[in-house]
């Protein structure tokens, strides 16, 4: 199965798992292949991140202007060019899963990565999880990029 066009879904609870989901894209994309980096926000983090920025009210700022001035997503690009893979930065506002889905039908990825966490039944139950809803309703294959736990790390007895 060809992997020209691989959706890497981040978003700020990735933060911790950005080396294990642009290793995971980076190695399933073909070698001639590209990345779409989709950034979504919620209004909050669209407007802290717009006024970190300093914007004038007049400015023409899209989704995907302000992803590509995330520093998130700085990190992740960052990552991509040591790993000389070709990709396009994108950004979203709204419903991360809505976004994910659409993103992924109007740019023809061959495949999703997304990221997510341990939640208990209850927890999914109550607040849903946008890992689920995007392998439950994705017309093309999700790799889903489970958050490692941590170990504690023990210092060593004095002697």
């Known amino acids: ?17 950005l080396p294990e ?8 994309v073909d070698s001639d292949g590209r990345i779409v980096l989709l950034h979504v926000f919620d209004r909050d983090q669209y407007d802290t991140i717009e006024a970190q920025l300093h914007l004038g009210e007049d ?4 989704p995907d202007d302000i992803s ?4 998130l997503v700085g990190e992740v690009t960052e990552r991509l060019d040591e790993a000389g893979v070709d990709y396009v930065v994108r950004g979203a506002l709204g419903d ?10 109007s740019e023809n990825a061959d495949l999703v990565v997304v990221g997510g966490r341990n939640r208990s039944a209850t927890g999914k139950a109550l607040f ?9 309703e994705s017309e093309v294959p999700v790799t889903f990029v489970k958050a490692q736990s941590k170990k504690p790390q ?5 002697a």
């Open 96 to 105: 991360v899963s809505d976004a994910i889905l659409r993103r992924s039908r």
């Open 68 to 71: 590509k001035r995330s520093r």
């Open 154 to 158: 023990r210092a060593a007895a004095p």
């Open 128 to 136: 849903g999880s946008t890992a689920q809803k995007v392998l439950l």
């Open 1 to 17: 199965m060809s992997m020209n066009t691989v959706l890497l879904a981040i978003g700020s609870q990735d933060e911790h798992r």
């Open 21 to 28: 989901l642009v290793d995971t894209a980076t190695s399933i």
């Open 59 to 62: 400015s023409e700022v899209t």
